[in-house]
């Protein structure tokens, strides 16, 4: 090849580059000036420090993580939180009841007192960024083993999180970006008083349950609003009467304008986890390996669950969270798989390999020159032991009676440990005691028995995979012995039991159940021969996936690299705007409630349509909040980058404004957390005026609205 067209080609393939990078990119809110000009130049009409500042109050004060996977965002001097019904899902059912059921009927407080406190719910907020790479870094070397590396950052880490602690009244946490080459110290505050304030009933909070999921159109009026309580002096306290609303340093706005088609838009909050940055090894093993046994295991167990759900009303009731959880993954993993294979994202990768390998080669005398075919055989050699453990996941401990059995274990061995304080005993005794009740109001046993008889042995490549010997005959007999013989399938006997049981006897008691000898052997065997030899694989393959992390950014020195998402604060943005998912389809980029309307459907559960929503649809009562053609609108779809975690971040305008609150992605771009295309790639949110017209029109939550700074 000449050198001129090497260099064309070199051209070429720079420009084809930041171009596919578009919409790309989580970006950290403490580094955003280095996105600044880009945003605005795109429409963004702040600058970074009313994003984020760490003196002066900026909107980052105004986003929360909200539990333990969710984002959301204060929407009043008071304390209002906003973020997604299926986030505060876990909580309105926690506090339903069959006389209050807010599922069915939805909920709202018509003032403070009746707000209803949400236990062991938390909402927090960053206060801080702080490198502290060099700090976590110090005294590793070059040459050391990763063991000891890991050991002395460990170190590091816990004295600088104690260190700080000790100066402030905040939390520290520290968080590794890409893939370990840097971290991050967050000082954050944690309110733990959080009460429920308003929901809309499910027929609209999960309009379109587990078929609409992951897929565009979408009717969701996927939202909820909390309030976080404080103490007198606006601090985190423990739940109290007494507690106050918080008062946060910033609330959002809120647009009447809604989304409007093309314009700027962003959004702020925790996305959970990304790999895009992977080998071409990586993503063909979860696509090749991980997800089609994850998949086909998930299959199963809904086959099951699903027609049991549509027999029975209690059954619908015990199975629905459950039944989400399991399908939410198993619909995104088959999502994943065509997103990948549509956009040839092995082929991609290995072309990208390929032009590393030959950088490689030659920069710094080969000093990455074995880097990827290292990273294979370490992918190679992770195989057999991923499989092993996407089987224990996915199989083994799909009956619920496994995992319960299992949390039993440690008090039964505990019985022939004459090292095992009995005060210890006690504290285990009475917290597995609590257990029970819960387990059993949610628990079928046919249901749980047809579980285990069909994924407890597997087969694969015609070879039968089992972690322990059952018979080869009456396979299924043999279950329902051990089902019916077993105290742990029969909440009276096992509350008996438990009440009878001393340090001394519950060993004897309980030592020869049938499901108690499966469990501790099935996961005897699972800790000896799975999970270490993966856990060091996985180790090995994390430190050359850091260094190959290095060797990219050197190699495009001149790209601007983001971290993966690893659950800390990030901003995406792109714009408002539709897709084309495929030849002759178009997207619309918004929903509407007559779209609601045609997809009644009285027969099934999830499109059900309530009452009061279809006299203010039939009596076209939409106030301030309908469209410019007079439409309701309900979701839009945008190019912002996202992934599971920003369900209830805030979707916002050029102003800064909130347009929305996400809670999706479209079926074509569930890829995006292993690679993002501008062209498939869109999240999913509701449009603030949809939930400015339920909380006005349809709660006549007048009290609320007061609250709420709306602006045009
Ligand atoms: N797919 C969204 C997310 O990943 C929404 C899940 C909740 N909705 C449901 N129908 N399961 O969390
Ligand atoms: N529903 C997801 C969540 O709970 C957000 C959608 C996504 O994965 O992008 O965070």
């Not at 299959?299 to 009731?317: S, Y």
């Not at 799909?398 to 008090?411: A, D, H």
Request: with cysteine.
């Amino acid at each position: 090849m000449s050198v001129k067209k090497i260099l064309l080609f070199g051209f070429f393939a720079v420009f084809v580059l930041s171009k596919s990078l578009a919409d790309e990119g989580m970006w950290m809110p403490n580094l955003l000036e280095k996105r600044q000009v880009d945003m605005q130049n795109k429409g963004l009409k702040i600058s970074a420090n009313d994003i984020y500042h760490e003196i002066q109050p900026s909107l980052k004060d105004a986003v929360v993580r909200f539990g333990t996977g969710c984002s959301g965002s204060f929407i009043s001097k008071e304390g209002l939180v906003l973020t997604n019904y299926h986030c505060g899902y876990g909580q309105i059912q926690a506090l339903s009841s069959v006389q209050n059921d807010y599922l069915q009927h939805g909920f709202w407080a018509k003032n403070r007192h009746e707000e209803l406190p949400c236990a062991g719910l938390t909402v927090s907020m960053v206060v801080r960024t702080i490198d502290v790479t060099d700090a976590v870094k110090a005294g590793t070397t070059a040459g050391m083993s990763e063991l000891e590396a890991a050991e002395i950052r460990r170190r590091n880490t816990r004295d600088l999180i104690d260190e700080i602690e000790k100066q402030t009244e905040y939390k520290a946490e520290v968080r590794a970006f890409f893939g370990g080459n840097q971290f991050y110290l967050y000082l954050t505050e944690t309110f733990e008083d959080v009460r429920l304030v308003g929901t809309p009933p499910s027929s609209i909070g999960k309009f379109g349950g587990d078929v609409d999921n992951w897929t565009w159109p979408r009717h969701t009026g996927d939202f909820a609003l909390f309030r976080v309580y404080a103490d007198p002096n606006n601090k985190p306290a423990k739940y109290s009467p007494n507690n106050v609303p918080y008062q946060p340093k910033k609330h959002f706005k809120i647009s009447l304008n809604g989304a409007q088609e093309n314009e700027f838009t962003w959004i702020f909050g925790y996305p959970g986890r990304t790999n895009l940055y992977l080998t071409s090894f990586g993503i063909r093993q979860i696509t090749e390996i991980e997800n089609p046994i994850a998949i086909h295991a998930r299959t199963k167990r809904l086959d099951i669950i699903r027609p049991a759900m549509e027999q029975d009303q209690k059954t619908r009731i015990q199975y629905s969270a459950k039944a989400a959880g399991i399908s939410n993954a198993w619909k995104r993993w088959q999502g994943e798989n065509y997103g990948i294979q549509r956009v040839d994202g092995i082929a991609k990768k290995e072309g990208y390999e390929k032009r590393f390998q030959e950088w490689a080669n030659t920069f710094n005398n080969g000093q990455y020159r074995d880097l990827l075919s290292e990273l294979k055989t370490a992918y190679d050699e992770m195989e057999p032991l991923l499989i092993q453990n996407t089987i224990f996941n996915e199989h083994v401990l799909s009956p619920e009676i496994v995992n319960f059995v299992n949390q039993f274990v440690p008090l039964i061995k505990s019985s022939s440990d004459k090292n095992f304080p009995t005060a210890t005993f006690n504290a285990v005794l009475s917290r597995v005691k609590g257990l029970v009740t819960p387990f059993f109001k949610d628990f079928n046993v046919d249901i749980d028995k047809q579980i285990f008889k069909a994924l407890s042995t597997v087969e694969i490549d015609c070879e039968q995979v089992r972690f322990i010997d059952f018979p080869d005959k009456n396979f299924d007999k043999y279950v329902d012995e051990m089902y019916a013989k077993s105290i742990f399938t029969n909440e009276k006997k096992l509350n008996d039991a438990l009440r009878k049981s001393k340090k001394s006897n519950v060993g004897k008691v309980f030592g020869n159940d049938p499901l108690y000898v499966y469990v501790n052997q099935i996961f005897s065997m699972y800790n000896a021969m799975i999970s270490p030899a993966l856990r060091e694989q996985r180790a090995l393959i994390d430190v050359l996936q850091r260094t190959y992390m290095q060797a990219q950014m050197e190699m495009e020195s001149d790209r601007m690299f983001f971290p993966d998402a690893n659950s800390t604060i990030r901003i995406a943005y792109g714009k408002v705007e539709g897709l084309t998912p495929s030849d002759a389809v178009t997207y619309r980029f918004q929903t509407t409630l007559s779209g609601l309307m045609a997809k009644e459907n009285p027969e099934i559960f999830e499109f059900t349509i309530n009452d009061k929503l279809r006299d203010l649809y039939n009596n076209k009562d939409f106030g301030v909040y309908a469209n410019a053609k007079g439409e309701m609108p309900i979701c839009f779809i945008a190019s912002n980058h996202t992934i599971g975690g920003n369900s209830g971040s805030p979707v916002l305008n050029g102003n800064g404004d909130m347009i929305g609150i996400n809670f999706d992605r479209a079926w074509e771009g569930t890829m995006s957390g292993f690679m993002f295309d501008p062209k498939l790639c869109r999240n999913i949110s509701v449009d603030v005026r949809f939930i400015l017209f339920i909380i006005d029109k349809f709660a006549e939550s007048n009290h609320i609205m007061a609250e709420l700074e709306v602006v045009k």
